[in-house]
């Protein structure tokens, strides 16, 4: 039985929400992250990602240097894992919230973070981890189909290789 904490990363970066979204976006390239916890001590808060940073600051106009992580943070909603929770109900939970990343969390304090990246790793199911990151990465653009040929290998190809 494999769990969270087999699996998660520790000592995920953080933020405090004073920090600035120049701050975070230096510590997303600084760590190769795309997301950063914002905590009170060792307390989740709230979290940033990338994206919230282009929505929220960038596509705004907003000068990153002087907007407070507290400010465009998500605060609402979070949803979290314990470390003693089976790996496979976090996968399932990622995969019915579309959720790639989730923090781990131990008596209201983080203790680590456990990404898409992290459960395919950990997981003995790759269909699984394959399926969950469908489900996630599935939206209207996505599922609409390019009216373009049919899947598989062009007959001049196919042809082509025959011949040879």
């Known amino acids: 039985m494999m769990l969270v904490r087999h699996a998660m990363a520790v000592r995920p970066v953080t933020a405090s929400p004073d920090m600035t979204a120049e701050d975070a976006a ?3 390239v600084a760590n190769d ?3 950063v916890p914002v ?3 060792d307390r989740l808060i709230g979290l940033v990602t990338d994206r919230d940073l282009v929505l929220r600051v960038i596509a705004e106009r907003k000068d990153p240097g002087s907007v407070r992580l507290g400010d465009v943070a998500t605060t609402r909603g979070i ?3 314990s470390p003693d ?3 496979c109900d976090a996968r399932a939970l990622m995969a019915e ?3 790639r990343r989730l923090p781990v969390v131990k008596e209201g304090r983080l203790v680590g973070m456990l990404s898409l990246g992290d459960v395919a790793l950990g997981s003995a199911s790759m269909r699984g981890v394959g399926e969950t990151l469908a489900a996630i990465s599935a939206s209207a653009s996505t599922e609409e189909v390019n009216p373009g040929p049919d899947v598989g290998t062009p007959d001049r190809v196919r042809g082509h290789r ?3």
């Open 26 to 28: 230096g510590l997303m």
């Open 33 to 35: 992250i795309g997301i």
């Open 39 to 41: 905590t009170d001590e």
């Open 79 to 81: 949803e979290t894992v």
């Open 85 to 87: 929770m089976q790996l």
């Open 97 to 99: 919230r579309g959720i």
């Open 162 to 164: 025959e011949a040879s």
